[in-house]
């Protein structure tokens, strides 16, 4: 925003607590202890000057206080990562209900929606009618995570043993445990399953390590601890196969890298992720569906050209085009007014 987007006056918010923050310049960010604190009086003040509001990860629907002012909730823009939409369908306790509640209504009453990819805005529509302007913009990477990819392009995969690597995270909506049982056919082959487990539900991931541990032995590998960048997408870089049994829009990063370094991708067909990269951006792709019918050898071969899908994630993680996407999305301000 900084870099790219300087026409434009930017003010940053975020908490203390969480993800390390790369930094341009400290003159424009603040730190919270809570997002609640959005609503003292200094921080109040600058929502109500602001001309636009954008809200990226809606985690905190709890520390609204200041968005319940409705002249700042007409300017405010959520841009959904995921599983801040996602979880509308979970309904299980008066909690959850009382909480989607509460999602709907800053979703109904925003000044617009940004979201990842178009279908995550039709599935947002089969809970609730946004009034707002909707648009489509990514994750702001400022071009860092693209070159990384394209200095490990070189990386040999390894083949002794196979590495696989299975999901992104420690949440349910990965299916580890599905595509793991899938999986249990390749057991006795060389392979190594690397499931990357640093962040997300605790329980769960030891549920997912257990099962790993159960199936594969010593050949599955949990990431529980965070990776430095590079290291990270070595890791990928070096996989043969790429799973994502996601059943939703999710790891997009991770599947973006995994395309772009050459693994051979396995998605979900049930998914807008499928339509994504299938259709829209022309990468081959493999579908979750089929791996119970192939042998190993059919699993593993990847007849796709390495340059044929790079030029595709080329095409795709372009910065320009990221750039003008958020632009449509500051030009909006003047249509408003």
């Keep these: 925003m900084n870099e790219y987007l300087s026409e434009y006056r930017h003010l940053f918010y975020t908490t203390k607590e969480g993800f390390d923050v790369d930094l341009t310049s400290n003159d424009n960010v603040i730190f919270l202890d809570s997002f609640n ?30 968005f319940y002012n409705r002249k700042i909730l007409k300017k405010t ?28 209504y800053f979703f109904v009453n925003a000044g617009g929606i940004i979201n990842l990819i178009p279908g995550d805005y039709e599935i947002l529509c089969k809970y609730c009618t946004p ?63 690397v499931c990357p487990l640093s962040y997300g539900n605790a329980d769960y991931a030891k549920t997912v390590i257990d099962f790993g541990k159960k199936l594969f032995g010593s050949k599955f590998v949990p990431l529980t601890d965070y990776m430095d960048k590079t290291a990270y997408y070595r890791t990928i870089a070096e996989s043969s196969v790429a799973i994502f049994n996601n059943d939703r829009q999710q790891a997009m990063g991770n599947i973006n890298a995994s395309l772009g370094l050459g693994c051979k991708v396995f998605l979900r067909t049930d998914t807008p992720m499928w339509e994504i990269y299938h259709q829209e951006r022309k990468y081959v792709i493999y579908k979750v569906e089929d791996i119970a019918q192939m042998s190993f050898e059919e699993f593993l071969k990847n007849d796709t050209d390495p340059q ?18 958020w632009r449509n999305v500051f030009n909006s301000i003047e249509e408003r007014k």
């Design 77 to 104: 823009y959520f841009h959904l990562w995921g599983a801040d939409l996602y979880c509308l369908k979970e309904n299980e306790t008066v909690n959850m209900r009382l909480g989607n509640l509460l999602r709907k």
């Design 131 to 193: 009034k707002g302007k909707h648009f489509v913009a990514p994750m702001c990477s400022g071009g860092v995570i693209p070159k990384i990819i394209s200095e490990l392009r070189t990386c040999e995969k390894r083949t002794n043993p196979y590495r696989i690597l299975v999901g992104n995270s420690a949440t349910p909506s990965n299916q580890h445990l599905e595509i793991l049982q899938t999986l249990e056919r390749f057991k006795n082959e060389q392979i190594e399953i």
């Design 308 to 325: 044929y899908n790079w030029e595709q994630y080329r095409k795709s993680t372009d910065l320009e085009s990221s750039v003008q996407k």
């Design 37 to 66: 604190d959005l609503h003292k009086r200094e921080n109040k003040k600058n929502l109500m000057d602001a001309d636009l509001i954008i809200i990226s990860g809606f985690f905190f629907f709890k520390e609204m206080r200041a």
